[in-house]
């Protein structure tokens, strides 16, 4: 157990609608990452926050968006679902900018 | 756009032996490189990074070494086990500039009991 959760573990849903995935960092990280991992891609950055500021962005679609917390959980915003957005999104939390990362168990999101 | 690439897909090593992972990167800025480790039906894990200023750096069982001049990263385990058998992916950034994180497509490693 990474002390990353992320809710919910799964979630099935329409084209067209909007979901929201929260992560919980580890105690006393400040970096939060997101990423996506599909069949097709791979893994891949979607962003990162580091004390509640935006500190990188990756390939991250503008139907996307995350913001951080004061209390340093995150969420994922995804709206405007297209079948091809299903995937595992996986949320990291670190104690700095870089360096070691811990991984959540990941939301499984599938789009009919 | 620049990317990483790993030279081998898939990797087979007798348990008991060490194994080398390669990568390599394009991005020149790049100063900062990451190996993760992800088992089947599991979430990536962070095994070991380095910054562009050391040629190698070990952890337990793992070493990653970095050439700059071919621009190219290796990640080497040593006496393998069966816990592994995972795909392995390495990924470049820069440790300030804020730039995004970019990886590879991953090795597959089996190790063979």
């Known amino acids: 157990d990474s002390g990353v959760t992320q809710t919910p573990k799964h979630l099935i849903t329409a084209t067209g609608q909007r979901v929201t995935l929260r992560c919980s960092p580890r105690?006393?990280?400040?970096?939060v990452y997101w990423y996506q991992q599909s069949l097709d891609q791979g893994l891949q950055f979607l962003i990162q926050?580091?004390?509640?500021?935006?500190?990188a962005k990756g390939n991250i679609l503008e139907r996307f968006s995350a913001q951080q917390f004061p209390d340093l959980h995150s969420e994922l915003n995804l709206s405007s679902l297209e079948l091809g957005d299903s995937a595992l999104y996986f949320c990291?939390?670190?104690?700095?900018?870089?360096?070691?990362?811990?991984f959540g168990p990941g939301t499984r999101l599938t789009v009919t | 756009g620049e990317s990483v690439g790993l030279h081998l897909p898939t990797l087979s090593v007798q348990e008991g032996d060490n194994s080398i992972i390669n990568c390599a990167y394009s991005?020149?800025?790049?100063?900062?490189f990451i190996w993760y480790k992800q088992e089947s039906g599991k979430g990536p894990q962070f095994i070991i990074d380095?910054?562009?200023?050391?040629d190698k750096r070990q952890g337990q069982r793992v070493t990653v070494l970095l050439n700059k001049t071919v621009k190219h990263l290796s990640l080497q385990i040593a006496a393998t086990q069966p816990g592994d058998s995972a795909v392995y992916f390495c990924?470049?950034?820069?440790?300030?500039?804020?730039?995004?994180?970019?990886f590879g497509t991953g090795t597959r490693l089996t190790i063979i009991p």
């Open positions: 990291a939390s670190g104690p700095g900018p870089l360096g070691e990362q811990y």
């Open positions: 105690s006393g990280d400040l970096s």
């Open positions: 926050y580091y004390n509640g500021e935006e500190r």
């Open positions: 991005n020149s800025a790049s100063d900062y």
């Open positions: 380095i910054r562009s200023n050391m």
């Open positions: 990924a470049e950034t820069a440790w300030f500039g804020n730039e995004k994180l970019t």
